[in-house]
């Protein structure tokens, strides 16, 4: 499993994610499911990636041919007159590729190729936006109402998010808010492990923005953690019991 | 889907459970799920079922049939000498035995039979018990680590169980955190429903305590609702932020 988690806040894109792949409990590795492109001062994206990790590896060397430097010709072209829908169309598309190839080539597996991706950004002249790309190459967009988008295991991390987003929060707020996620989720599904990477991108910049990585023994997730637990027992002594005799 | 929950405290043995029965989302229904039995002051025994409908109400049948005081006969055979482990035992084969009836007998069905139980109860001479049973017929019983039992939609409502159980809790604070964990879950998924009823056994007492329901515009449920979210969201605030320059 993983836990990726995006949120879009009025002053900009905030993700974070695990760092656990397993194949099966006795076979556990740490990678980065975080990854960042950007094209001069034009094109700004991250994307937060859960499921096969051959799948998102192969999409994001793919993705990574087309930003990069060396291959100067091929982005211009690429990045001409696009737009953020433009480039997540692309994105849906080539990772429904994938999948369709390693579903068909070679040897079958029991193991499903499938992926999700979250796809946050900006393109110059727009307005930063935030996506949920699904196998099957389509997505859908954020909005006021569903301002973030979670991957992989997302149940239990879901309740503090509903209760305590708010789009005014500040950047340093939002991590505090997505490390409460995370830490419900660590609690009670082994395969989401620490460490967990964490990258901010402020609006109208078009470089990436603070980013980290919490390890195990990182003192203020520590403290959130355990203060989260303090202030939930205090709260919940706080609030008026129940008159069992009344009803 | 459904959500239910068997608490064990000090004091005694807590359970709640929602009403909502669906198949497919057009057709929703409100049934209760929460059974209880007792045979005179020596057996007292409560279940919560989730999963098929048709499968938890044919176990539900079959017990009272044996409970039931007209059956005066069968129920002093059933009860002689018969610890909690061996009733439990008796009802995880009648489960199993229902299933398995269902899935070869008449038309296949696409959806299946199974279904969970949580049974909490007390036999005279033995201290009050909770456990688990699987579809298969076989169960597991609550610890002092892990001291209650969720079935159907366990995964929203969990968190907070975790965070705030106490086994010194009182019973009006157990009932607060069950409507809190209760609360977390039917924001989150449409299949769990309002009404909620609720059911308290205290230690040695071989009776039903106190019971109920809590309706949709329930006053007490409406406060702990709002002043949760209120709660937590301060609490939020209070905490310390990471402080970016540092990292």
């Not at 579903?103 to 597996?109: L, R, T």
């Not at 923005?209 to 202030?231: C, I, T």
Request: include cysteine; charged fraction near 20%.
């Amino acid at each position: 499993m993983t836990y990726c988690l995006g949120i879009k806040i009025n002053k900009g894109l905030l993700f974070m994610s695990d760092t656990r792949t397993n194949a099966g409990v006795d076979n556990i590795s740490t990678f980065k499911k975080i990854f960042t492109f950007n094209y001069k001062e034009k094109v700004y994206i991250t994307i937060l990636a859960s499921g096969n990790l051959a799948t998102t590896q192969f999409l994001v060397n793919s993705l990574n041919d087309i930003f990069r430097e060396k291959n100067k010709d091929k982005s211009k072209v690429f990045f001409q007159n696009l737009s953020l829908f433009d480039l997540v169309k692309k994105v849906g598309k080539e990772l429904k590729k994938i999948i369709a190839q390693n579903a068909e080539i070679g040897q079958k597996a029991d193991t499903s190729f499938h992926a999700n991706l979250i796809l946050g950004g900006q393109v110059k002249g727009e307005e930063p936006k935030l996506f949920l790309i699904y196998p099957q190459g389509n997505f859908i967009e954020s909005s006021t109402d569903a301002p973030f988008f979670q991957i992989g295991e997302t149940k239990y991390g879901k309740p503090i998010l509903v209760r305590a987003y708010d789009p005014f929060l500040s950047f340093e707020e939002t991590i505090k808010l997505m490390l409460l996620s995370f830490d419900s989720t660590l609690k009670a599904n082994l395969s989401v492990g620490l460490p967990l990477d964490f990258q901010i991108y402020e609006n109208n910049t078009f470089i990436q923005g603070p980013s980290g990585r919490f390890e195990s023994g990182d003192q203020y997730l520590a403290d959130v953690s355990s203060g989260w637990s303090h202030a939930l027992k205090n709260a919940f002594k706080a609030m008026p019991n129940l008159t069992l005799e009344k009803r």
